[in-house]
């Protein structure tokens, strides 16, 4: 299946030449595959676009054993369109009973690539997440012994806070204290949302990182109410003022080695968006390079693309540079607006809308 078949494109070339970027091929540091036939609709969009994709563990049960994140990634891999060569990266749902022996196992048997730290009630399916932080404390020394990289959700779950404040909350009352305790432990903090964050990942380099998704580039909390209620922009962390968008693209663009791709592409059914409690996410999965590449632009940023797209996420989890190269074309295309999930649908982020930037050809 073509690049345009596959995102129901129309990807008509404009009129004259148009301007190409070729990077070495890109991975996602943080991608919601789900499980089932949301799974095998939503997948050949991630595995057009990146070479690797760290899997996030919160499926109903939670992946928090070697056995269920072996079986979960046989199946992602059963998923893959044909002739793809996607690679999985598993990762372990940490609780508050997680044994520091069984992280270990499983990361020296490659079987994941890092844990996941998820507040318990932060947000989709993390009901079964760490109730108290500061109690996970031998697992995480395990993980700073041995090098293996803790994920983390940033958001405090204390009904009284705020929802526009619980990243702010969370980075000074959870996030500073575990990395005082924790000198060696290798943390990313996920889908960064405030300009008070961006500061914070700097202030650690080195030791901590950050993802910045896609759409978290493209809206801010306004945007979630222009022209009425629009649920399929609600995600958690929500999006935040406009003066935080524009930290994140200063971030994103700056060339800055803590930050990288992750997209956070959380797929869910129309049917659980347009409903009276609405679920969390956004799938940006279909046109995720397409509006990265598109705010590089928009910085002139273009020279540091490469780095935030392919090179940074992967020298901070100390695996290889992905070999080949993709290449992306300055000229309109439209991605479907939506992908068929049996009877439903699932509504894509940008889907209907022209898009400045296409994905082109895969090499490698």
């Known amino acids: 299946m073509s690049v345009t078949e596959l995102f129901g494109g129309t990807q008509a070339r404009a ?21 089932g036939a949301m799974l095998k609709a939503v997948l050949p969009f991630t595995a057009a676009q990146f070479r690797r994709g760290i899997v996030m563990p919160n499926l109903v049960p939670p992946v928090t054993g070697i056995a269920a994140a072996s079986a979960y990634r046989e199946r992602i891999l059963a998923a893959r369109p044909e002739g793809s060569d996607f690679t999985p990266l598993m990762t372990c749902y940490l609780t508050d009973i997680t044994a520091p022996d069984e992280i270990e196992r499983g990361f020296r048997d490659g079987v994941w690539a890092a844990a996941k730290l998820y507040p318990a009630g932060a947000t989709t399916n993390a009901h079964y997440g760490v109730t108290d932080i500061a109690k996970l404390a031998p697992v995480l020394e395990r993980m700073e012994r041995i090098g293996m990289p803790v994920l983390v959700h940033g958001e405090a779950t204390d009904p009284a806070v705020d929802i526009f404040d619980r990243e702010a909350v969370f980075m000074e009352q959870e996030m500073l204290p575990l990395l005082r305790r924790h000198q060696g432990l290798k943390v990313v903090i996920e889908h960064v949302t405030t300009a008070e964050t961006v500061d914070l990942v700097r202030a650690h380099a080195g030791r901590a990182a950050g993802t910045i998704t896609p759409h978290h580039l493209i809206i801010n909390r306004t945007s979630l109410f222009q ?31 803590n930050f990288f791709i992750g997209t956070d592409t959380a797929p869910h059914l129309r049917s659980a968006k347009q409903a009276e409690c609405c679920s969390a996410g956004v799938f940006g999965g279909a046109t995720a390079l397409q509006t990265y590449v598109q705010v590089f632009d928009e910085e002139g940023a273009l020279a540091h693309f490469e780095a935030f797209a392919a090179e ?22 439209r991605v479907s607006p939506a992908v068929a999930v049996g009877d439903e649908d699932v509504v894509v982020f940008r889907g209907g809308e022209e898009l400045p930037w296409s994905l082109g050809e895969v090499r490698g």
């Open 15 to 35: 009129a004259g030449s148009f301007e190409t970027l070729t990077i070495r091929r890109p991975d996602d540091w943080h991608v919601h595959l789900r499980d």
């Open 312 to 333: 940074n996420g992967a020298r901070f989890y100390g695996l290889p540079l992905n070999e080949g190269t993709l290449t992306l074309e300055k000229r309109p295309c």
């Open 227 to 257: 022209g009425g209620l629009r649920p399929h922009l609600y995600c958690l962390p929500v999006a935040k003022r406009e003066r935080h968008r524009l930290a994140l693209r200063k971030a994103a663009t700056s060339g800055d080695g």
